[in-house]
């Protein structure tokens, strides 16, 4: 009985299988162990598709990440079930039809959330699968970032109108590096598109991110040969194999998607932000300034408001001048401007705008309050009066009362407004002008009350004529500068009269006096870029770590100069500027125009105090798609492999953190391809058309 004991205990001990602790970590994605009906089956007459993997899986964002194609009428039900994948289509399938379920990068295991990347399934409902392919790139034209989860498609219609009416002959995505692969595309010639497919009709729309080539597309294969060596355990020579492979092509295609920011104009709305400001919004950006016209109520300036803009040109500020407007309680405009018609082109509207002075509950009881509590002091001010002058005829003692009657009347005292602004103080840029800036809209500057004086070597004060000052830019109406440039190395003592600086409501400052000091040219550096390559007009611009644009300058006769330059590492970018209008221009599908191409110099420019430095740069000598330095991109890949490395040494060291999701699943771009700077063929291979 003893013996039957312990052997039942050892059975039920055997029995509680535990997890086991600890064991390698899972690094492999999902495989694939069989389906029904198999991949490539051909007279596929079904709608159900099942996908057996070897272990649990999940699809991340199917919705933007598979797709099938031909697109089908409704989009079928696609689930993840255990090990089993399903895809149930819901309309009848096209006859004599190849098929194909690109995942693209969106299946992954349940555990450790490895991606299957550039998984597809494809069947046909003939007699055959189509079996070419091309692959490629996506990449935003602007700045050369990658653009994953994007639409890439061919069209066998060459028409220009089959990308804005019909579905996509073939369609895939692109992953989380914006490569993408099209598979199982029957022969022939074709268009190849990339788009931004914000309403999912797999067409474009003016409004969404597009690219685009002009060439047509031939799918084809080649046949090449490779050998492996294997040698013996004292490495010598045992046997040389050889294999034959097939390449897919193209497979180096660079698609540059840009949006053709076009908008819709028409007016958005109007209100009044206050007794003296109307604001007027458009939905896009205005080509020119409309024309207004007062209509309520009667005016007596024809200067009646300061207007303002931003910069994206698409809004307006009134800043009301005029004194029966600001006190009207209803003010109404005519204006006229530019707005998008029926016919998809600019027209002139007139409309009546009204602005109505508004004022919450809470205004009004604190204007009431107001109100009542002034008619209460004067009523106060009133009864001391009346006891002081009593006091004065009784002679008696008046102090406590004069006080206490001084005292409200100063209470009742409205204090001067002054108007704030601010100037040039401590160390000051060599590339600084002298400037000053209001709280409100300036409405003139007295230069004859602006007194600049320059630090001699003996310590005595040098009077500096100032130039007028102007606009800091077209639309800024809040500072101003002073069109000249600085002397390194010197100390300046600068003096603002009161009343020197005055706003459009004639609210004047303070005397304001401020000393600061230009840098020294020691404390700076100059770079000098020799700009190889490119053909035409281009410009250049210097980044900084955060990729902000922080100078640009014209490339003159192959050179880019930047001057004055404070130490630090900075990044460079360049735009052929095709039209010579200083600034990238995006692209133009109805009229087959290309945004203008753009570089990045592929490593930082550290510039140390004091140092001039000379680089050249042939903007071709990086493959576009790694010119742009990792430490301003926006999208970096990041190995997974690696990643769960790390945290699995976090886990170990006790830094247990949490994991975040890899959206980039670095397994090495498609056939190890990759793109020059031109943006149809890679002049690396000398295939340029």
Known sequence: MVMLAILSLVMVACANIGSPEGGPRDYTPPVMLRSNPIPGAVNFSGKKIEINFDEIVNIKDQTTRVVVSPAPKEQPIIRAQGKKITVEFQDE??????????????IEDNNEGNVLDGFSFAFSTGDHVD???????VLRASDLEPMKNVLVGLHSNLDDSAFTTLPFNRVSRTNSRGEFTLRNVAPGDYHIFALRDVDNDYKMARTEDIAFLDRIIVPSTREFTSQDTV??????????????????????????LFNEDYRSLYFKKSERQGDNKLFVLFSATLPEMPTTRVLEPKIYSDEWAKIETREAQDSLVYWLTDSTLIKADTVRLEMSYWQTDDNDSLSMKTDTLTFARKRNANERKQQEKAIKD?????????????????????????TDVAVELQGLRDMMKVKPVLLKIETCNGNVDITDSLWIKAEAPIGSIAMSGVHLEKMNRDSTW?????????????????????????????DYRLTIDSLAVTSIYGIACDTVRTTFKVKSEEEYANLHVNCLGFQGKAFAQLLNRNGKVLRTVDVKDGYADFYDLLPETYYLMMVLDTNGNGRWDTGNYSQHLQPEDVFYYNNGIKL???????????????????????????????????????????????????????????NGFINNSSYSGNKYDDVKRGVVK
Do not use: C
């Open 93 to 106: 399938l096209e006859p004599n039809t190849t098929y194909v379920i690109d995942f693209t990068d969106a």
């Open 131 to 137: 079996s070419l392919q091309v692959s490629g790139m």
């Open 374 to 398: 002034r008619e209460k002091r004067d009523k106060e001010i009133e009864k001391l009066q009346e006891k002081l002058n009593k006091l004065r005829r009784e002679g008696k003692d008046t």
């Open 231 to 256: 040698f013996t355990f004292d490495h010598r020579v045992d046997t040389i194999m050889t294999a034959t492979h097939t390449e897919f092509l193209p497979n180096d295609l660079l698609l540059s």
């Open 462 to 490: 040098t009077t500096v004529d100032i130039p007028t000052m102007v606009p800091s830019n077209e639309w800024d109406i809040y500072r101003y500068v002073a069109p000249q440039r600085l002397e390194q190395n010197t």
């Open 608 to 666: 140390k105090k004091f140092s001039d430095i000379t680089l050249t740069w042939n903007v071709y000598d990086v493959p576009v798609d790694k010119q742009k330095p990792e430490a301003i991109r926006k999208f970096l890949p990041e190995d997974r492999n690696s990643k769960l490395k790390k945290d699995e040494k976090n886990k170990k060291n006790g830094n247990e953190e949490d994991e975040e999701e890899d959206e980039f699943n670095s």
